[in-house]
């Protein structure tokens, strides 16, 4: 009877209605099991690396939410401008009550020749559709821009039955530059465009006029990470070469102008980034007289492009 006095005292807690049970109940060699490698700091909640990549995220999915929703041209000759370059669109607005001249005349006209749809709107509700935009009565609604793949751009110079080039941007985050860098690349027979997929401008309206038009005639794609696809294009056989202020060659010393390219622009202010600088089998520069400072983007790359035009016809490989 002591005995089992002594078992009921340990079973049960003063207090509880069942009492403790005898042992651990495993929890002792479940406190001694290791519980795996330590989650990175951007997977931890309440870590500072957690909070900015988190922002980061929302940032990158706000960009791509308002990517997806259509844009607007807004200004007289903006509008004019966009419509005699073939720029997609889906809708012509016109202020009501707004002075009319040639260039509303025009728009109307271009814009009724194509098909695109007219409407008169209050000037308030232009006004908010154009983010208060100085747009002169006339607004023009282009639809999202549909990106190619990456392996488009070489299905395109296959079908061209000419050597590969393709032009590469590396941060470049003005939509004004991305447009004149298309229409260069059209010009001198480049076959496609490769974005990065973040830190770099979109095909926007503002990218769209531009480019007067060219994007709708070339391939414009996304890759993921630049630095894969450019690998992977090194490994299909195409030399990479980066436009650089301190290039490892200038530009009459270009010796692979008529082989398999691709050209890699780098950002208005840093240049290229280490990584694809790393990745490139040679860097380019573009002499320039003293004292002058560098060119900007759009600038340089039609410089560096007429130049391997020009050497391709030489070598009879246009």
């Not at 979109?202 to 894969?228: D, E, F, Q």
Request: net charge positive; hydrophobic share 40%.
């Amino acid at each position: 009877m002591a005995g089992n006095s002594r078992r009921q005292g340990a079973i049960r807690k003063p207090g509880t209605k069942k009492g403790q049970v005898v042992g651990s109940g495993g929890q002792r060699r479940k406190g001694l099991e290791g519980k795996g490698p330590t989650p990175r700091a951007e997977d931890r909640p309440g870590h500072k690396a957690y909070r900015v990549a988190n922002a980061r995220d929302r940032k990158e999915q706000a960009r791509q939410k308002k990517a997806d929703k259509p844009e607007l041209i807004a200004g007289r000759n903006p509008v004019v401008e966009a419509l005699r370059a073939d720029v997609p669109a889906t809708a012509l607005y016109v202020a009501v009550n707004i002075e009319i001249d040639d260039r509303v005349n025009e728009a109307v006209r271009l814009a009724g020749d194509k098909g695109i749809s007219i409407l008169e709107i209050p000037r308030e509700e232009l006004d908010r559709k154009t983010n208060r935009a100085m747009h002169q009565g006339l607004g023009l609604q282009v639809p999202p821009f549909e990106y190619a793949h990456p392996g488009d751009l070489m299905t395109a110079a296959k079908d061209s039955g000419n050597t590969p080039l393709f032009v590469a941007l590396d941060g470049v985050t003005d939509p004004r530059n991305l447009g004149a860098v298309i229409r260069s690349a059209a010009a001198f027979g480049a076959h496609g465009v490769l974005l990065p997929e973040r830190r770099s401008a979109g095909m926007t309206a503002v990218a769209w006029r531009t480019s007067a038009g060219t994007a709708a005639k070339l391939p414009i794609a996304v890759a993921t990470n630049l630095t894969r696809q450019l690998k992977a294009w090194k490994e299909d056989g195409m030399m990479v070469v980066g436009l650089d202020a301190d290039g490892s060659v200038d530009i009459d010393a270009l010796n692979v102008a008529a082989d398999p390219l691709v050209i890699v622009l780098g950002s208005e202010g840093r240049g290229l980034s280490r990584l694809v600088k790393e990745t490139c089998d040679a860097t380019v520069s573009i002499p320039m007289a003293a004292g002058v400072e560098s060119l900007n983007a759009s600038v340089a790359a039609g410089v560096l492009l007429a130049e391997v035009a020009r050497r391709r016809r030489v070598a009879g490989r246009v």
